[in-house]
């Protein structure tokens, strides 16, 4: 019984530490930090010195956002003449290239083959003749100072990456998945915004993120999360990533449930892959602080903590049985009122209501639950591609 003790506790802690107890350690290093160090602040070029930057964006058949993006293109704050626009369009078979040749100032890269975003990356970072490129997708819509919030970020010479902030627009109607997709991003930015102070950004999200051009590497072209292995390769090589909050991008969250899935399977599928692609990064004797906050803040997630979460259950419940106390007993109730509240926010998704109360345990089970549809993504995926299929958004 005492083994089943010692594996109950160390399940315990790491489902604890991954979603609570990273951030408390967190947030005390950066507080601890703080009062030992200045933060140093950068400031934006004078008006004659903005560099050219390229905005590259990735679009699969986008035709029913394109004219919307383009819009807030043209709402972008950024000196006339410097800031170029480029599509690649690979695959796309609507009217995304017809819709987009009505801009001239537009660059289209295309290919009739789908290969995936990482493909169609790996293609047009070539064409890409400005030292910095930022990336954005077709359906986002970008605050107007993001590209100079951007540029400023990396007036810091350690600075290789810049990750721009991610908000899900909530709106009264939505459902579990679109409301749980905001709250988790809430916390996650908080995440990110100490990891930066604390060293770096572990990661950047497509919907808006930048790199220096020079330090771009190609890519496999079976890897699901091009946008995190792609700003990771560069903390490898010695640069940081710089969580910038001011530059946003917005979108609507997934329409239901069921689309949620297709992303958090593919997510998940991606965290596994990155985990062996830079496992060389976990060498705390080589990469030190970035060792630690990428174990703790990406790796964990996906990887042993889902299967500790499943395992308390008939853990707990043998210990509640066969040791009781009041300590087993109390965790086997709030245990067991996680999963009832989880089950009832899953019932109001199909009956077009939402409750906090439930679609919070409900979102934080589904997203666990979907390492193990990612982990089955991956056994059954064809090699050589990154395509995957879109979720529809709300």
């Not at 599928?269 to 830079?278: E, F, H, N, T, V």
């Not at 060792?291 to 997630?301: G, K, P, T, V």
Request: charged letters at 25%; hydrophobic letters at 40%.
């Amino acid at each position: 019984m005492k083994s089943i003790e010692t594996i109950f506790w160390i399940c315990f802690g790491i489902v604890f530490y991954t979603y609570l107890g990273y951030g408390i350690v967190l947030y005390i290093l950066v507080r601890i930090k703080r009062i030992f160090s200045k933060e140093i602040k950068t400031s934006p070029p004078t008006e004659n010195e903005w560099p050219d930057v390229t905005l590259l964006i990735c679009a699969y058949n986008e035709e029913d956002v394109i004219r919307e993006k383009m819009q807030n293109n043209r709402l972008l704050d950024y000196p006339s003449g410097k800031l170029h626009i480029v599509f690649a369009t690979d695959g796309s078979n609507d009217r995304t290239n017809d819709l987009l040749k009505e801009y001239p100032d537009v660059t289209i890269l295309f290919k009739p083959e789908r290969k995936g975003k990482t493909a169609a990356l790996n293609r047009a970072i070539p064409f890409v003749k400005t030292p910095l490129v930022i990336f954005t997708d077709a359906n986002t819509q970008l605050n107007s100072q993001s590209i100079k919030e951007i540029v400023t970020c990396f007036q810091n010479p350690k600075v290789g990456c810049v990750a721009g902030e991610k908000r899900i627009i909530v709106r009264t109607k939505d459902g579990i998945a679109a409301g749980g997709e905001g709250v988790y991003w809430k916390y996650e930015s908080s995440l990110k915004k100490w990891d930066s102070e604390l060293y770096s950004a572990m990661g950047a999200a497509g919907e808006l993120f930048a790199i220096r051009t020079e330090l771009f590497e190609p890519m496999d072209l079976n890897m699901l999360l091009d946008d995190f292995i792609m700003s990771m390769l560069i903390v490898k090589r010695g640069y940081k990533i710089a969580y910038c909050k001011e530059a946003y991008a917005c979108e609507t969250g997934s329409a239901e449930l069921a689309e949620e899935k297709k992303r958090k399977v593919r997510i998940a599928a991606g965290g596994l892959q990155s985990i062996w692609k830079l496992k060389t990064l976990l060498n705390p004797f080589k990469y030190g602080i970035v060792s630690f906050q990428l174990f703790s803040h990406r790796f964990l997630r996906w990887s042993i903590t889902p299967f500790c979460l499943l395992a308390l259950i008939p853990l707990n419940l043998i210990l509640t049985l066969e040791v009781g106390g009041i300590v087993y007993l109390t965790l086997w109730t709030l245990q067991t009122l996680f999963y009832v509240l989880a089950t009832l926010g899953y019932s109001d998704e199909q009956k077009g209501k939402k409750n906090k109360l439930t679609f919070i345990p409900c979102y934080f089970l589904f997203m666990n639950l979907n390492v193990f549809g990612g982990i089955k993504y991956l056994i059954k995926k064809k090699k050589g591609t990154g395509a995957w299929e879109k979720a529809k958004r709300a």
